[in-house]
């Protein structure tokens, strides 16, 4: 039934699910509510609820479910594939009420939050414990671990740390009928049966709502010893990457590669000095996170100095300063200059095994440049954990709707056996590209799994899967 049949009384009986501060009528729904990064435009929702503890937001859930009513549940709303925008008729749940940090437990070095609490003060309170939340993004000062958690998000530190997945314990979650689900385990070791919170985790909130998280934490970092280095190929990028990882016991926090075009694009764009000449073929962020930087200084220092020896790097030049650490990753940062100053663009996300990233960029770059002759592209992305980043644009003036250049792209990932999703998950935009990184039984397996947890389909419908 669609939702603007809806009688009274089932707005009466969200409104006091949540309570009259907590509802919002859909004449009454802020803009901010109705899109995310991502250019996707969902339909009308029908009304928004910020639910202030599980048993409401269960039973908004099973109020939904009664009357068929879909459901998007929303976090920061800084995602980048239209995961959270509103489905027509929907009624948005909003976490951003549920923001408490419950607990910090250093003897068991895990924090207990709830799912709307800001990526940004999770870190901060571990670190003013002692502590380091390893996950770290760009849209850290919106974003919310509840959304963190429903895409599985990367960031800066994966080679190091892993994705948001690695940093998880436990999670509550509400399924689609009001049920509550509690996995609130607190201990690294569990095998008691199949842990059955990462069946949660990335599936932006088509399986159910997560609600509560315990997190896991690591030992404190109080800086960093960080470089910028040049490359002479992309061989020298593996290379180097094995090379630091052996040298420094695993112990690398980043590694972010970029292009020359990138490296170009944003010193033209920010109007900074180089760190380096320009007219290197790759550039690469290094950093390494740690208790005690200034005692690890001699280690990185020497890892750079062999790999100069051996001619990994052309060029290097290590921070030293905290002001310095920032210039650099400003570089890496300035992505959101380029954004700005190229639109309208169209951003790629993907990954491809690490050793084949150079020969995949060089076949998407000459694809491109045959298709459509002098559009813009700059490459660079978390090269350290196999994903690379894309950003190709104005595209006015070559394809519109930038349909052809996704699928030229895409194409090529598909033949090198990528994911034409490394972190950013799948949402409504990469819908239709969903095949080119999954198997057909895969996908059944996954449309199985979406009727056995959400058999009316209310949760997020037509998001991820068609
Ligand atoms: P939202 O955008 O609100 O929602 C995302 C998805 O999760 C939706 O499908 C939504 O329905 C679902 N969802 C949200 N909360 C819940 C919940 N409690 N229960 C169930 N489902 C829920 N991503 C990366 O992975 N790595 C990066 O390096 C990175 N950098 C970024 C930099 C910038 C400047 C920006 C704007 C975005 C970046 N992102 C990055 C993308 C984005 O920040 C992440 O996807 C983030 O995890 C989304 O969190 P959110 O709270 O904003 O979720």
Known sequence: MPARFLPKDFYHA????????????????????????STERGGTPCALVTPRDTAAVSAVLRLCHQHHVPVVPQGGLSGLAGGAVPSEGSVLLSLARMDQIE??????????VEAGCILQRIQDAAQNAGYYFALDLGARGSCQIGGNISTNAGGNRVIRYGMTRDLVLGLEVVFADGTILPMMNRMPKNNAALDLKHLFIGSEGTLG???????????????ANTA??????FDSVTRLISHAQFMLSGRLTAFELMWNDYYQAVIDGTGQKPPLATDYPLYALIDMQGADPDGERSAFEAM???AFETSIISDATIAQSHREIETFWSLRDGVSEILSLRAPVISFDVSVPRSRIGDCVDEIR????????????????????SNIHLVAGPIDQFDPTGKNIERAVYEIIRTYGGSVSAEHGIGLHK??????????????????????????EILNPGKVLS
Not at 14 to 37: C, K, M, T
Not at 228 to 233: G, H, I, N, Q, R
Not at 367 to 382: I, N, W
Not at 431 to 456: G, H, M, N, Q, V
Request: contains cysteine; charged residues 20%; negative net charge.
């Open 304 to 306: 750079l100095e062999t």
């Open 14 to 37: 969200l409104e006091e699910a949540v309570g009259s501060a907590n509802f919002r009528h859909a004449d009454n729904i802020p803009q901010s509510a109705l899109g995310d990064w």
């Open 103 to 112: 607990e910090i437990d250093t003897s068991s070095s895990l924090m207990v």
């Open 431 to 456: 819908k239709p590209w969903l095949s080119y990184s999954r198997s057909e039984t895969e996908l059944a397996t996954l449309r199985l799994l979406k009727r056995s947890f959400d058999p009316k």
């Open 209 to 223: 709502v997560i609600t509560r998280a315990v997190l896991k934490l690591h030992p404190g970092v109080c800086g």
């Open 366 to 385: 000459a694809a491109l440049t045959q298709a459509f002759p002098k559009l813009p592209t700059v490459f660079f992305g978390h090269a350290g954990d």
């Open 228 to 233: 910028l280095v040049a490359l002479p190929e």
